[in-house]
């Protein structure tokens, strides 16, 4: 069964940081590209970051440039999300998904499988 699971959210105060795991059961990481998103109550779902299967391309919205580092662990089939500088309006769940095009995208339609979320909650 392929599936992915996110962790490492929780509660932080204005300015802190937390790492996000995505780890990948039933298949290989290493063949897809990875994307993270997040939705916030109310709001649509915003393509975050993301990374190519070949790691050679990545992609940050300007609302996490600076302040958000996608990595990748192929050998562990985990991608990380380094989330630094944490404000309020970064509360969400935070999504990753799996693409089998390889491609980095912050298109979400062009992502197959999809985790479970984790909640992310910054307090000022």
């Known amino acids: 069964q392929l599936q992915l699971v996110e962790s490492g959210g929780g509660l932080v105060q204005s300015g802190g940081s937390l790492r996000l795991s995505c780890a990948a059961s039933g298949f290989a990481l290493g063949y897809y590209a990875i994307g993270w998103f997040r939705q916030a109550p109310g709001k649509e779902r915003e393509g975050l970051s993301c990374i190519s299967s070949s790691e050679l391309s990545t992609y940050y919205a300007d609302s996490v440039k600076g302040r958000f580092t996608i990595s990748r662990d192929n050998a562990k089939s985990t991608v990380y999300l380094q989330m630094n500088s944490l404000q309020p309006e970064d509360t969400a769940v935070y999504y990753c998904?799996?693409?089998?095009?390889?491609?980095?995208?912050?298109?979400?339609?062009?992502?197959?499988?999809w985790g479970q979320g984790t909640q992310v909650t910054v307090s000022s």
């Open positions: 998904a799996a693409a089998s095009s390889r491609s980095c995208t912050p298109k979400d339609y062009e992502y197959d499988y």
